[in-house]
């Protein structure tokens, strides 16, 4: 089953949308972690003015002996341009108060201490002025400009605060909102030049390539002035588009040369078994030139009818899933290497060293036909090497290993020339042998690899030995 694979997206669910929502949001954050800060120290600016106006009050007090002397002229304006109620002034174990005339002092009082603070302590008491501090009075506490034993106390009204924190919060609010409205949208303009547009052509792009891969006009013109990368994306995109087009339109003109080649092939075969027919009718005649000549033709012949064949199974090969069972590995390999004529040859010694015990859970039919292959080449090449070895022998032993169980496939023929072992289990092009396909063993490394394992060439100095590596538990006593 295909995965679905969405569209591009809308204008308000794409990338653009994220990011700058995104961007925007970090920006509010930011805001609001200096806002506060920047609150608190406008509300204690706001205190240490009124508290300075108290100060000039201490230089009154300090200029005129008795304090309870001085006219409400002078005290009320005093209070009234800071607007307090009252003004209390500690020093040297001695208080002094002025308050403004007619007014009656409160009995509770808000406390605004400024001797000691910190920015917690500074940022709770903003948002409690701002939140409840609408018809308290307010005590600032302090010490006067220039001294450090004396204290000054202002009592005021707590509202003209909150009313200039809530005007100041509100101007903070939004010029915040602009500049990060301001700041998300060069942003947005910078990264959708940048990225996000790079981006979306090369989303557009790919959709449409994977929709008709085999439109040439579809693979993306890569920008070659960039260098970063996006551009080395769109590149490396672009290559790859142009080399799965050029793949795809390489194999179906080799699906299609492909079932040419097998048509042909069929009639062809059919025509050189007719030829083998008439051939052996040749054969039987008692002409001495035709007796000499026959076994030549007849057996150029057969080598062309398997050619024929073999190409037409392995154009036929259908990559079924394996459908592993237990299978006895020894009575297995007696029957490959009789099927491929390893077993009662007049010349070759067959021999068979798997334990008795050794149960392999495996597909039987893969490795039946990678094991007859495996024999067929190695009859063939003790065959072919004539009188030249003394004892030709076939070797099929297993062994378990850590991780896996390997059967070895052996002989001591004169071993594969370097041509075949360049080019090994590649269809067409790794035959040992004149004349030869080399599709055996392309089809024996398809089977074993479908079935976990791998197959290889052992390199011992001597004849040749392929090794099949199946997977641990493959493989069990009885």
Do not use: C
């Amino acid at each position: 089953m295909t995965r679905d694979i969405a569209k591009v997206p809308g204008p308000l669910t794409g990338l653009s949308v994220k990011l700058i929502t995104a961007i925007a949001l970090v920006i509010v954050l930011v805001q609001i972690a200096t806002f506060l800060p920047s609150l608190a120290n406008y509300r204690i600016g706001w205190l240490e003015d009124r508290l300075r106006v108290g100060g000039v009050a201490i230089r009154v007090f300090d200029a005129v002996p008795d304090v309870m002397d001085l006219p409400v002229e002078i005290t009320d304006p005093l209070l009234q341009s800071a607007g307090a109620i009252a003004i209390v002034y500690r020093r040297e174990g001695q208080t002094d108060l002025i308050v403004l005339d007619a007014i009656t002092m409160p009995e509770q009082t808000h406390l605004a201490d400024l001797r000691e603070t910190n920015p917690m302590m500074s940022i709770v008491a903003a948002l409690d002025t701002l939140a409840f501090g609408g018809q308290r009075t307010l005590r600032i506490v302090g010490h006067p400009p220039g001294t450090s034993d004396a204290v000054v106390e202002v009592l005021m009204p707590e509202n003209p605060l909150r009313a200039d924190l809530v005007t100041y919060a509100t101007n903070i609010a939004l010029v915040s909102i602009v500049i990060a409205g301001v700041t998300a949208f060069v942003i947005y303009i910078l990264t959708e030049s940048l990225l996000i547009g790079p981006i979306k052509r090369l989303t557009a792009a790919m959709l449409a390539f994977r929709e008709n891969p085999e439109n040439g006009t579809l693979v993306i013109v890569p920008d070659q002035t960039r260098r970063d990368e996006v551009g080395i994306l769109e590149r490396a995109l672009s290559d790859t588009q142009a080399e799965l087009f050029a793949m795809l339109r390489q194999r179906r003109h080799l699906a299609d040369l492909g079932m040419a080649v097998s048509k042909i092939n069929h009639d062809l075969r059919n025509m050189l078994t007719s030829a083998q027919l008439l051939s052996d009718q040749v054969a039987n005649l008692d002409d001495p030139q035709v007796q000499r000549l026959a076994p030549r033709l007849v057996n150029t012949l057969d080598k062309a009818i398997a050619f024929a064949q073999t190409v037409l199974d392995y154009g036929r090969q259908q990559s079924n899933p394996p459908r592993p069972q237990p299978v006895d590995l020894r009575a297995l390999g007696f029957e490959a290497a009789l099927s491929a004529g390893a077993t009662g040859h007049p010349r070759i010694i067959f021999d068979n060293k798997v334990p008795d015990d050794l149960v392999i859970s495996v597909d039987p039919d893969h490795l039946a036909r990678v094991l007859v292959n495996l024999f067929k080449n190695a009859r063939e090449a003790l065959e072919a090497a004539g009188t030249t070895i003394s004892r030709p022998e076939i070797g099929f032993a297993a062994m378990a290993g850590e991780e896996n169980i390997r059967l070895l496939v052996s002989d001591n023929g004169p071993g594969l020339p370097p041509r075949a072992r360049e080019n090994l289990f590649v269809a067409f092009e790794g035959s040992a042998k004149a004349g030869g396909t080399g599709l055996g063993l392309a089809i024996a490394r398809e089977l074993v690899e479908a079935n976990g394992g791998s197959i290889e060439l052992v390199d011992d100095g001597e004849g040749t030995v392929f090794a099949i590596d199946l997977p641990l538990g493959a493989g069990e006593r009885r």
